[in-house]
């Protein structure tokens, strides 16, 4: 079996770098997290990516799966990318049921709450209410902690109703988001205040259990694979460095210090990029050919993926701010800007100590 990716997908990856790189230069990313009250995207870029057809690669008339969606969220990490790709590909398999579905929207998902759940595994804690009148549904609550909601022209909303728990759609009002400071400014969170706000229902009571189990494996590969990304530009800056600063004489890299660590780094990235890969695999799988893994199988593999990739990026970043030395704790270096989004995905959508209950719990029930 080859477990190669495709060369349509290597041209997508090495076609995704370029394109990146040329339009987020660091400084670029600077003036993008900085900018104050801004949401800290780009509308010319997403325009961009949408022209190229990246956005909404797996629906229905997308003409991919999440496989290729997962090479450009990898190389999101490494350019480390502001826009709402990560929140549209989770959101993607609830924004196809709506009746004019535009998967090429700017989606974001909103399923935490002040006092209710905050992971997708706790939906039954949810309070907001969504209730039906004359035909027409509105939701009613307050939904917090959603990532990109700046730049959102769509938002999948978790809430509750007397069919149990339902998926809608709304559309935000400038009035009722309210955007948080946050560490990683290049990606802004918000609160969404819903106050009989008009939403389209697009699944609930039994038809909204897979839907989310769905956006959860999604969001857990796709944290994986973008923290690859973060961990690759990492490993590289750090890398580049070492080979070219010189101390007492000779180029740092030839220290042992310094080079045992990047090969820590190294051994580290592989290890996380072979989870986040085979993650993708099966949720592109399952989506595809359900006979073909099990359910058990995705989870495990998503919620390993999330744990090591998430920790890795950590750990990468923070080797690289060691490498560099003093350059790496300026505020002009990009450095920090990686090290603020590893930390983000480590504890969102699930800290890693509860990806690895899921996997041993996997384990040690197979055993018994």
């Not at 986040?276 to 399952?286: D, G, Q």
């Not at 002009?332 to 504890?347: I, P």
């Given at each position: 079996?080859?477990?190669?990716?495709?060369?349509d997908?290597?041209?997508?990856r090495?076609t995704?770098?370029?394109?990146?790189?040329?339009?987020?230069?660091p400084?670029r990313?600077?003036?993008?997290?900085?900018a104050?009250?801004?949401?800290?995207?780009?509308s010319?870029?997403?325009?961009?990516l949408?022209?190229?057809?990246?956005?909404?690669?797996?629906a229905?008339?997308?003409g991919?799966?999440?496989?290729?969606?997962?090479?450009?969220?990898?190389?999101?990490?490494?350019?480390?990318?502001?826009d709402?790709?990560?929140?549209?590909?989770?959101?993607l398999?609830?924004?196809t049921?709506?009746?004019?579905?535009?998967?090429?929207?700017?989606?974001?998902?909103?399923?935490?709450?002040?006092?209710?759940?905050?992971?997708?595994?706790s939906?039954?804690?949810?309070?907001?209410?969504?209730?039906?009148?004359?035909?027409?549904?509105q939701?009613?609550?307050?939904?917090?902690?959603?990532?990109?909601l700046?730049?959102?022209?769509?938002?999948?909303?978790?809430?509750?109703?007397?069919?149990?728990?339902?998926?809608?759609?709304?559309?935000?009002?400038?009035?009722?988001?309210?955007?948080?400071?946050?560490?990683?400014?290049?990606?802004?969170?918000?609160?969404?205040?819903?106050g009989?706000?008009?939403?389209?229902?697009?699944?609930a009571g039994?038809?909204?259990a897979?839907?989310?189990?769905?956006?959860?494996?999604?969001?857990?590969?796709?944290?994986?694979?973008?923290?690859?990304?973060?961990?690759q530009?990492?490993?590289?800056?750090?890398?580049?460095?070492?080979?070219?600063?010189e101390?007492?004489?000779?180029?740092?890299?030839?220290?042992q210090?310094?080079?045992?660590?990047?090969?820590?780094?190294?051994?580290?990235?592989e290890?996380?990029?072979?989870l986040?890969?085979?993650a993708?695999?099966?949720?592109?799988?399952?989506?595809?050919?359900p006979?073909?893994?099990?359910g058990?199988?995705?989870?495990?593999?998503c919620?390993?993926?999330?744990?090591a990739?998430?920790e890795?990026?950590?750990?990468?970043a923070?080797?690289?701010?060691q490498?560099?030395?003093?350059?790496?704790?300026t505020?002009e270096?990009?450095?920090?800007?990686?090290?603020?989004?590893?930390?983000?995905?480590?504890?969102?959508?699930?800290?890693?100590?509860?990806?690895?209950?899921?996997?041993?719990?996997a384990?040690l029930?197979?055993?018994?």
């Amino acid at each position: 079996m080859d477990f190669a990716f495709s060369a349509d997908q290597d041209e997508l990856r090495a076609t995704a770098r370029r394109l990146l790189a040329d339009r987020l230069p660091p400084e670029r990313l600077h003036a993008l997290a900085d900018a104050g009250d801004g949401d800290g995207t780009s509308s010319a870029l997403w325009s961009e990516l949408v022209g190229l057809g990246w956005v909404g690669l797996s629906a229905p008339e997308g003409g991919g799966s999440f496989l290729d969606e997962a090479v450009l969220l990898e190389e999101a990490g490494y350019a480390l990318l502001p826009d709402p790709l990560l929140a549209s590909v989770v959101c993607l398999p609830a924004v196809t049921l709506a009746p004019k579905p535009d998967p090429t929207a700017a989606t974001v998902l909103a399923w935490a709450e002040p006092a209710g759940p905050q992971t997708f595994r706790s939906a039954a804690k949810v309070k907001t209410w969504a209730t039906r009148t004359d035909g027409a549904w509105q939701l009613t609550g307050t939904k917090s902690d959603i990532a990109d909601l700046g730049s959102a022209a769509q938002v999948v909303v978790l809430a509750a109703s007397e069919s149990g728990p339902a998926l809608l759609l709304v559309e935000p009002t400038r009035g009722a988001v309210r955007l948080l400071p946050t560490t990683d400014g290049t990606r802004r969170i918000g609160t969404l205040t819903l106050g009989g706000t008009p939403a389209v229902l697009l699944a609930a009571g039994s038809e909204a259990a897979p839907l989310l189990t769905a956006m959860r494996r999604r969001a857990e590969a796709g944290l994986a694979l973008e923290s690859v990304g973060i961990a690759q530009r990492m490993l590289d800056i750090a890398s580049e460095h070492a080979k070219q600063r010189e101390q007492f004489g000779r180029v740092i890299g030839t220290y042992q210090a310094v080079s045992h660590h990047i090969a820590d780094m190294y051994v580290r990235t592989e290890l996380a990029r072979s989870l986040a890969y085979r993650a993708a695999w099966c949720v592109a799988t399952i989506e595809t050919e359900p006979t073909a893994v099990t359910g058990q199988e995705v989870d495990v593999a998503c919620a390993a993926a999330k744990a090591a990739a998430t920790e890795t990026a950590v750990f990468a970043a923070e080797g690289a701010i060691q490498v560099l030395g003093g350059i790496g704790m300026t505020w002009e270096h990009v450095a920090h800007r990686f090290y603020k989004r590893a930390l983000a995905n480590e504890t969102f959508a699930g800290s890693p100590a509860e990806h690895r209950a899921t996997v041993a719990t996997a384990i040690l029930g197979a055993a018994r």
